[in-house]
């Protein structure tokens, strides 16, 4: 007697089927969903873990509803024998292989009952009526063997019901009727087995219904009259029956099913039960039965067996199917049940069989195929069956809480408690009516209190509802607006209680909002201000998830915002940088190590608040939806997400997505923003359109199963293509190896299948055309084809690779090589030959040309030379013009800045004019003991510093008067010291090596300043260019040489004589050699564009060898530049120029001066200062009143003092004018810059008589006394 859970099975078939429809009851299906209202027990509650059956029928594709036998062939496809055809699946499409007249290779008959793979993927058919066939997957091609009354050696009968190959290659084969055969694979022949009523040796019936080998090879036969051992020594049969009373003998003699244990025992099926044999004791257990004897077919006739990999059983019955768990014992049975939708089809189970992923098959009698998968996820469910006030059925959930065994559910028509002890559901009604109308208020969120643990908060449109689970009391707050400028409240969303005075609550169009519990009323909304950065960023809240006492986070409309409710200040997150998105957030959750997730209308988002960086996840990375309704996070640190689409595992760390829908037994498809919970025991719950989806983490196997992919059809020009003698294909596409095409098939395709059946439409697949495609391309279940056009003669490889149900990727992938071959006119050989037989073409044509153009060729050598040497000088003739507009360009530059430069120097001399000698006669008429002297000597030395800097102004533009004299070049180096060092950088050292007693020089000094300045810049530009020098110096050094015939020799243009060298060095980064010869060329420059004007030493140059000198120029690449400027020495005396302004000032006796100057300020100083020191001044302000003065006047002046720069007639346009009255000698020009106007070739005329602004009292008044009296012949004695 077996004993089921501990209830001993007897005899009694009612108290059987009491036990398993029991058993069905509580251990598979669970409790049912529903809900009554007012505490009445429901008939249905929660439903977990329910055993859900799929249904392959005709029209799925599958040929017949018979099935009676299922097996798996090596590529993973599935097999089906029917009644009417063989049939091929690959869990989208059916293939169905089916007799035909006109193909002899076709299959026999279409009755195919029977099959079975050989271990060389041979499928044998076993027909009712065409005898045997060998059919051959990879070309499907079938073999037939025949009955022959002739032939002894042919099959016994053409009702095929059974085939097995044993270890040793044999195959055996049972008829229906006419015994059990042999066929040896050598010889092709049959032996033949029948009954022989007086031979105990033979078989004990000739209706053979199943065969077998043990695990010790010894081959067992079922028949219709007991169970048959063959003895292969003996050649004889050991027969097994029934025996009445003996309860460890057969239960029925009717054999129809067995099957092998990996143990010492076999399991039989006979038309009254399941029997195990224990193949050592030769014992029988009768495992399943009906306790009585019987002959009948009935719900416990076995018709057949599987063993899976487990070693579970798996067994169809006449009555349903039974299933034997290996590690309980427990047996359970699965029957049809019409009020299931996924319950098995039909009760008469035909055949069962078990693939390598696990997946149970069963062949019905008249419903076509069921398929289980038994590690479907457990995931339990809820569907509230009330009604609402209006009377239509609604199924949404809003919100979830468990406390306790109550489970609290927001829903539309208000709040549900379900007892998950008793599976009893309350409805409470009055929570939901309003102002007295029979109106249901739709409760959206669920808050536990966590300051009272009886206390939950309910919100509702415009309502908080506080609620006491105990007692069920409850407070309404009505949410009135009494607030100026506020947005309008409608459906709070979200609540927080800061305490039992202060609630917060964010409201779809309302904002923000602060409570006051205590008199019920509005403290303040936070709503968006277009005009305050610092204002919350929309007025759609989502959620608000406290950080502590003072700061909140808040889901908005648009963005993320962290909240100072001390300041009540908003700062904004948008994780858009261009702000394209208006991105909701609907839900937050902050892992343990300070993550926040987002979920957002756009994806999924990590953030990390403490560094600001963020990544975003959405459906491109394998979600199901971009709108992520809520997050929870399982015990391994899991984010489970609810999208729009479905659940969604997400692994935080590898980013890894497996998504889950209504065919992994979700009851929800779209989800419930907001509506998720974890409760104590890790349990998930979510909320969603249709019910509630809740589960354990850990009981949600994953699929690990690695598919293989397959190719399951080829089509050329959209047709699909057959095996056949002129077809690509020699075996169906799956098992070809290698594909030869034509570049006449230049449409093709294909299309695949990943052989995981546990849920086919969830397979995603990518593939590519290596030589065409660069990446893989990424497609769904729904579109399995690939498809190219017109590809180029050449090899290619053609891949797959997929997914399986769980979206893991299998490392199973195909790999096909594809060879197109051109058309012959692009074929290498005929290229080859085409271009052979042009070569001699060519060459032909070639020597018979060459002869034609050597003819020409010497005249036309001629015109080609006088039409280069025209292009040449054309082309010169531009460069020439090109460099003289450029060089025009930097001319016109620099005379602009020589404008400048005069213009601000005459403007600035102006003003130091009148600025130093005003100083000065103060300074004459105080003492050094006045309290303001020392002022004024400090305002007179930097008049004359300015005074200093404006004659180098013009020197460094190149506009200073030349007026050569004897000068001391050391003196002059050091005097320039303070202007050098301006001009280049802090990090440069500037240095002087200055000979003592060396020679004086003849020279402008201003000259000398322009020479020194020029190369100290270059220098300073080569030392700031890009290179690595050990020191950043410029030095500069005197000397003395006399200069002999023989370096005048080793230096053409040399002369001989005494010269002072001045030597300019620098570290600089080198002149190249190729440029030395250049440098001194006018507009020749290495520097950047607009950083140069090419002048610089062409300048130098110049000045150098108009003095009759000499420059030499010495670099190295990388390590510096060294200038040697030759100076002739003078033996002129040098002359005193300063003034002693301590003696006594040159006065005038009487004399008559006209003063003309336009400058008011200067006119009045000058005439006082003269007009002081003893002479009679007339002034005029310009040329034309001074001819007029004299005009009326009649006065012919001692000394004409005239500016040179005036509006109208200039000084020297005065003096022309006036020749005849007052001669050229008697004229003393004043100016701050008189270039254009009194000098000839950069040298002042000796003749001229030119006092330079700004200048002292003393030198004023020495230059009109210097003027006077040479004009006299005499000197100035006093």
Not at 645 to 665: C, E, Q, S, Y
Not at 872 to 884: M, S, V
Not at 1166 to 1194: P, T
């Amino acid at each position: 007697m077996y004993l089921l859970n501990g209830i001993s099975i007897g005899k009694s078939i009612m108290e059987i089927k009491h036990i398993v429809r029991s058993i069905l009851l509580f251990s598979l299906i669970g409790l049912l969903p529903g809900s009554v209202l007012e505490a009445r027990q429901s008939k249905e509650g929660l439903k977990f873990g329910q055993i859900k059956f799929d249904h392959i029928t005709v029209e799925d594709g599958l040929s017949n509803s018979t099935v009676y036998s299922i097996t798996q062939d090596k590529n993973g496809f599935m097999w089906f024998g029917t009644t009417n055809g063989l049939n091929k699946y690959d869990g989208y499409e059916f293939t169905v292989f089916l007799h035909s007249d006109e193909d002899s290779s076709s299959l026999s008959n279409n009755s195919t009952g029977n099959i079975y793979i050989d271990d060389e993927g041979i499928i044998w058919v076993g027909t009712w009526g065409g005898g045997l066939n060998r059919f051959d997957p990879a070309t499907n091609k079938a073999v037939h063997y025949l009955n022959d009354h002739n032939d002894p050696t042919s099959i016994s009968g053409n009702r095929v019901q059974s085939i097995y190959k044993d270890r040793n290659g044999m195959l055996w084969v049972g008829t229906y009727a006419n015994g059990l055969n042999t066929l040896d694979p050598k010889t092709g022949k049959f032996t033949v087995f029948k009954h022989d009523p007086d031979d105990p040796g033979s078989l004990s019936n000739n209706r053979i219904w199943a065969i077998c080998e043990d695990r010790y090879g010894t081959i067992w036969v079922a028949t219709s009259f007991g169970l048959n051992r063959f003895d292969r020594k003996k050649q004889v049969f050991v027969r097994y029956y029934m025996e009445k009373g003996n309860p460890h003998s057969l239960s029925s003699n009717i054999i129809r099913a067995l099957f092998p244990s990996q143990g010492d025992t076999l399991w039989i099926g006979t038309q009254n039960g399941l029997n195990l044999l224990n193949l050592r004791t030769g014992s029988f257990d009768r495992v399943y039965w009906s306790g009585t004897s019987t002959v009948r077919f009935n719900i416990y006739s076995v018709n057949s067996i599987f063993e899976d990999i487990n070693r579970n059983l798996w067994v169809g019955l006449g009555g349903g199917l039974l299933y034997k768990s290996t590690k309980t014992g427990e047996l359970q049975h699965f029957q049809k049940n019409s009020d299931e939708t996924y319950s098995l089809s039909e009760n008469e189970i035909r055949s069962v069989y078990v693939d390598r992923s696990g997946i149970v098959w069963i062949g019905t009698r008249t419903s076509g195929i069921n398929k289980l998968n038994p590690h479907r996820k457990r995931f339990g469910i809820f569907i509230p069956s009330g009604k609402s006030g209006n009377g239509s059925q609604s199924k949404v959930i809003l919100s979830v809480y468990q406390k306790n065994d109550f489970l609290w559910m927001a829903t539309l028509d208000g709040l549900l408690r379900l007892n998950r002890k008793t599976n009893s559901v309350r409805q409470y009604f009055t929570l939901t009516k309003q102002n007295k109308k029979n109106t249901y208020q739709v409760l959206r969120h669920i808050y536990p209190s966590p300051h009272d643990s009886s206390i939950i908060w309910l919100s509702a449109n415009k309502t908080v509802i506080r609620f006491n689970v105990y007692t069920d009391q409850y407070t309404t707050y009505y949410l009135k607006q009494s607030l100026p400028n506020s947005a309008r409240i409608t459906r709070p969303l979200s609540l927080y209680e800061e305490s039992n005075e202060i609630l917060w609550i964010s409201d779809f169009t309302g904002g923000l909002i602060k409570y006051n519990l205590k008199n019920h009323s509005i403290v303040k909304q936070f709503v968006h201000q277009p005009t305050d950065s610092t204002s919350i960023s929309h007025n759609e809240v989502w959620f608000i998830y406290p950080v502590d006492k003072s700061h909140f986070w808040i889901g908005t409309g648009n963005g993320l915002n962290y909240f100072d409710k001390q300041k009540e200040v908003f700062k904004r997150f948008y994780f858009d940088e261009e702000r394209k998105l208006n991105r909701r957030f609907f839900t937050i959750h902050v892992t343990s190590d300070s993550i926040f997730w987002l979920g957002t209308d756009y994806g999924l988002i990590r953030f990390n608040p403490l560094t600001g960086h963020w990544q975003n996840f959405t459906s491109k990375n394998g979600l199901p939806d971009d709108k992520i309704a809520y997050i929870n996070q399982d015990n391994d640190g899991n984010l489970w997400l609810s999208t729009e689409h479905g659940l969604a595992k997400f692994n935080p760390h590898n980013g890894k997505v497996i998504p889950f829908d209504l065919t992994d037994g979700l009851v929800n498809h779209e989800y419930i923003v907001g509506c998720g919970y974890r409760n104590e025991k890790g349990e998930l719950f979510f909320g969603g359109t249709n019910g509630l989806d809740y589960f354990n983490p850990e009981q949600i196997s994953i699929n690990d199963f690695e598919p293989p992919v397959v190719l399951t059809e080829l089509k050329i020009l959209n047709k699909r293509v057959n095996i056949g003698e002129n077809s690509p294909l020699k075996q169906i596409i799956s098992n070809t190896r290698h594909l030869k095409l034509s570049y006449k098939d230049y449409v093709f395709s294909f299309a695949f299948s990943a052989l995981d059946y546990s849920n086919p439409k969830k397979i995603k697949y990518a593939y590519k055309l290596e030589g065409i495609d660069d990446d893989w391309i990424y497609t769904n279940a729904n579109n399995r084809t690939a498809t190219y056009t017109t590809l180029p003669g050449g090899n290619y490889i053609f891949r797959v690779k997929a997914t399986n149900s769980d979206g893991i990727w299998s490392n199973q992938q195909v790999a096909l090589p594809i060879q197109i071959v051109p058309p012959i006119w692009k074929m290498q050989w005929f290229r080859i030959g085409v271009i052979f037989i042009g070569i001699i073409i060519i060459t032909a044509l070639f020597r018979y040309r060459l002869r034609k153009i050597r003819e020409r060729s010497d005249a036309l050598m001629v015109i080609n030379r006088q039409l280069n040497e025209q292009i040449a000088e054309r082309k010169r003739a531009e460069e020439e013009k090109e460099k003289l507009q450029q060089q025009l360009i930097q001319s016109q530059k620099m005379e602009a800045l020589g404008t400048l430069a005069g213009g601000v120097a005459h403007d600035f001399n102006n003003l130091l004019t009148i600025i130093n000698g005003n100083t000065e006669l103060i300074l004459l008429n105080t003492t050094k003991k006045d309290k303001f002297h020392r002022h004024l000597r400090a305002i007179h030395q930097s008049g004359i510093r300015a005074a200093e800097l404006t004659r180098q102004l013009l020197a460094f533009s190149r506009k200073q008067m030349v007026k050569p004299r004897v000068i001391d070049i050391n003196q002059t180096i050091k005097e320039m010291n303070t202007l050098l060092r301006r001009l280049i950088t802090e990090d440069i050292v500037i240095s002087t090596e200055l000979k003592d007693g060396i020679p004086k020089i003849k020279a402008d000094p201003g000259q000398i300043q322009q020479i020194i300045l020029n190369i100290v810049i270059n220098a300073r530009d080569a030392i700031l260019e890009p290179h690595e020098p050990k020191e950043k110096r410029i030095t500069i050094k005197t000397d003395v040489q006399f200069l002999d015939e023989t370096f005048v020799t080793e230096h053409p243009g040399s002369r001989t004589g005494g010269f002072v060298v001045i030597s300019i060095l620098d570290t600089g980064k080198g002149i190249d050699q190729s440029y030395i010869e250049r440098i001194f060329e006018p507009f020749f420059t290495t520097k950047e564009k607009h950083k140069g004007t090419g002048l610089g030493l062409a300048t130098v140059y110049g000045i150098v060898k108009q003095n009759e000198g000499m420059i030499y120029v010495d670099s190295e690449k990388d390590k510096g530049t060294r200038f040697d400027i030759y100076w002739p020495t003078s033996a002129e005396q040098m002359m005193d120029d300063t003034t002693d302004e301590s003696a006594i000032y040159a006065v005038g006796r009487g004399e008559q001066i006209l003063l003309v100057e336009d400058d008011e300020n200067i006119r009045h100083f000058v005439k006082n200062i003269l007009e002081n020191y003893g002479y009679k001044v007339e002034k005029a302000e310009n040329g034309a009143a001074a001819v007029q003065l004299i005009q009326d006047k009649k006065i012919v002046p001692d000394l004409l003092i005239t500016d040179v720069v005036m509006p109208g007639l200039n000084g020297r346009q005065l003096a022309e004018k006036l020749k005849d009255t007052i001669n050229l000698n008697r004229v003393l020009f004043i100016s701050g810059y008189a270039f254009e106007y009194l000098n000839k070739e950069n040298v002042m005329d000796e003749k001229i008589n030119f006092l330079q602004k700004p200048f002292s009292i003393p030198s004023l008044l020495q230059k009109v006394r210097e003027v006077i009296d040479d004009m006299k012949g005499v000197k100035n004695t006093e």
